[in-house]
């Protein structure tokens, strides 16, 4: 792989190092500094010249600072005539701001790819985004892998012989079942109503819960909202225990350990697509590292990687 060249920013400095140890190949370093009038300027310090370039930076907060950089990392990148550049998108905050949903509004996710792309991305390698049309909203190949697999063989440790994975909403309920039918358990999905960023209502569970060991399955958890307000539709139908599930811990706003504090909760599972600012003894953390590296390693080497996402 000597034509590889990994870069990582200042978003996640853990992870692009976990994957640089899993493909066996340096993570080169990136200077960042800023000017007196609050303009960053970044310098990728390793040659670019027609070499295969791999920028590591997911979008978390602070989410502004963090894709100024990622736009200048790859200026820079293509400014030093590398070959092709990638950007290695463990968490992409903006895939949520993905419809028009109100009057005057902004398509968040849509506009942050056009910028990508424009800064110079010829290929994104995109972990859980938010909802399947994000996908489309890049005009450059998209490898979209998901953290199925990783949550999957975790669970797979436990008696599921009662156990029902739980959608919070309809929106998610296709990789729910995908989720469900990998560890050979019914699936049911709540009736969500979301009427703020922090409030929403579900009216009923629909499925099989009754008495069950509930596994709740999310893309993200943010402020948590939509879990509190499950877990009280689950009381309902005493459920015997829950755990919850998600591909990017966000956990804002002290919501791990609200969370946490939910005595039906035995655990709460993520990835490390973000990094973890909140601790739990409950809190299991899973690594996405070794699936990422080896996308990346299949897309340097021009292989297949549909392989990584085909549950």
Do not use: W
Not at 42 to 54: H, P, S, T, Y
Not at 120 to 145: C, E, I, K, Y
Not at 174 to 186: C, D, H, M, S
Request: glycine share 6%; hydrophobic share 45%; aromatic share 4%.
């Amino acid at each position: 792989m000597r034509d590889i060249a990994l870069f990582g920013g200042s978003a996640h400095p853990e992870l692009a190092e976990e994957i640089s140890e899993h493909l066996g190949v340096p993570l080169l370093p990136v200077r960042v500094q800023r000017f007196a009038n609050d303009c960053l300027e970044v310098q990728l310090q390793a040659n670019c010249r027609e070499r295969d370039v791999f920028l590591i930076q997911p979008l978390v907060d602070p989410v502004q600072e963090n894709l100024v950089e990622l736009l200048l990392m790859l200026d820079a990148a293509r400014g030093a005539s590398a070959a092709r550049i990638t950007v290695v998108l463990p968490h992409y905050a903006y895939a949520r701001s993905d419809k028009k949903d109100a009057p005057r509004i902004s398509i968040g996710a849509r506009l942050v790819a056009d910028l990508m792309v424009t800064a110079g991305a010829n290929r994104v390698l995109a972990m859980t985004l938010h909802s399947p049309q994000v996908h489309g909203f890049f005009s450059v190949p998209v490898d979209h892998l998901h953290a199925l697999r990783e949550l999957a063989g975790h669970f797979q440790r436990l008696d599921l012989s009662n156990t029902t994975v739980v959608s919070p909403d309809l929106g998610n309920v296709k990789e729910a079942a995908r989720f469900a039918r990998i560890l050979g358990v019914p699936v049911a999905a709540g009736a969500k109503q979301r009427y703020a960023d922090d409030r929403v209502a579900i009216s009923s569970v629909i499925g099989e819960i009754d008495g069950r060991d509930i596994i709740v399955l999310d893309d993200e958890i943010a402020k948590g909202s939509t879990v509190i307000e499950l877990l009280a539709r689950l009381r309902e139908h005493n459920v015997r225990s829950v755990r919850v599930a998600c591909t990017h811990g966000l956990f804002a706003a002290g919501a791990l350990k609200r969370i946490g504090d939910q005595p039906e909760v035995l655990e709460i599972v993520c990835t490390n697509t973000v990094p973890l600012r909140e601790r739990s003894e409950k809190l299991t953390v899973l690594s996405v590292a070794p699936a990422l590296a080896e996308a990346v390693r299949r897309i340097h080497n021009g292989e297949s990687v549909s392989a990584l996402f085909d549950a």
